[in-house]
C-alpha cells in the first residue's frame, strides 16, 4: 500500500512539473513573438520597411492577405509594402498594435490576433484588424500567414472603443 502512495505521489509531482514546464514554455513563445512584433513596430516608425520585414519569413511560402487580394512569397509581399507605403516618397507614418492575443499553437507555431493603426503626416489614421500565424524557424519566430483588414470610418470608431 505504500508503494502505491508513493507511486501515486510521484506521478502527481510529474503532471504538476510538466503543467509548470507547458505554462513556462507558453510564456517563453508569447515573449519571443512580442519581441518580433516590438521590432516591428520600432523599424517601421523609423521608415525602414526592409528592416520591418524581417519579421516575415523571407520564403516564396509565405502569405500575405489584404483587401481582397493575396500575396504569394516575401518579394511580391515586398513589392506590395512598397507601392502603398512608400511610392512616390510617401511617409510610412507611425504604426500601433493593440489588443494583441498570442495563442500558442504547439512549441513551433503560434496564432496571433491584434488590431493595427496608422498615424499618418496628413492627420488621417488608418486602421484594422490582423491575424497572423507565427512558426518557430531555423532563423527565430517568423510570420507565415498575414490577413490584415482595413476597417471603414464606421467599423475603425467601433474598434477605438474596444482598445
Known sequence: MRNRVVVVAMLAGVVIA??????DSATGVEA???KVLDRQTADWNRGDLDAFLEGYWKSPQVVFQ?????YDGWEAMRE??????????????KVAFSGVE????GAD?????GGWR?????????????????????EGWKI???HTSSAGAQARAGLEKRQ
Do not use: N
Open 144 to 146: 507565415v500567414h498575414d
Open 66 to 70: 489584404s483587401g481582397g487580394d493575396r
Open 18 to 23: 510538466l503543467g509548470v514546464h507547458a505554462q
Open 102 to 105: 498570442i495563442v500558442p499553437l
Open 118 to 138: 496608422l498615424t499618418m503626416p496628413d492627420g488621417s489614421s488608418p486602421g484594422g484588424l490582423f491575424t497572423l500565424i507565427f512558426r518557430r524557424l531555423p
Open 32 to 34: 519571443a513573438i512580442q
Open 109 to 113: 507555431a503560434a496564432l496571433v490576433r
Open 80 to 93: 506590395r509594402y512598397r507601392k502603398r507605403y512608400q511610392a512616390g516618397g510617401r511617409a510610412m507614418g
